[in-house]
């Protein structure tokens, strides 16, 4: 489905859409040579809403939530600036390790049991 064919099949409406096979133009913006409607709503709270609970279900797939005023779709991709929360809970929990009393005295070698040719027994 193209997107004026949503916009004629789903008048005055907000629409959760996914788009399928994306395609990134020089200016950073995505196009896609199909798009399906998961669900039509009302208002744009409810669409957030279901917008909400289906990414967090499919976190791999292309769900956008747009009202079917818009002439274009046009949405971009945006470069993410930072360092992302996964990697800040992975640096909180390293610091916290790194701080624990150090209970096995052995050395690394002979934890991985080692020997003196770089073998293990």
Known sequence: MQW????KAYPDKWVLI????PRTTHENKIQFDDLAV????SDGA???KQYRKLKKLYPQRDLFFIHTSHDTLEIYQRRWLGISAPFKEIMKISKHC???????LRSPDEILNY???GVSD
């Open 4 to 7: 004026t064919d949503i916009r």
């Open 18 to 21: 996914e788009g399928f096979r």
């Open 38 to 41: 998961m669900e039509s709503c």
């Open 46 to 48: 409810s669409a957030m």
């Open 98 to 104: 790194s701080s624990l009393p150090d209970m096995d």
């Open 115 to 117: 020997n003196r040719f």
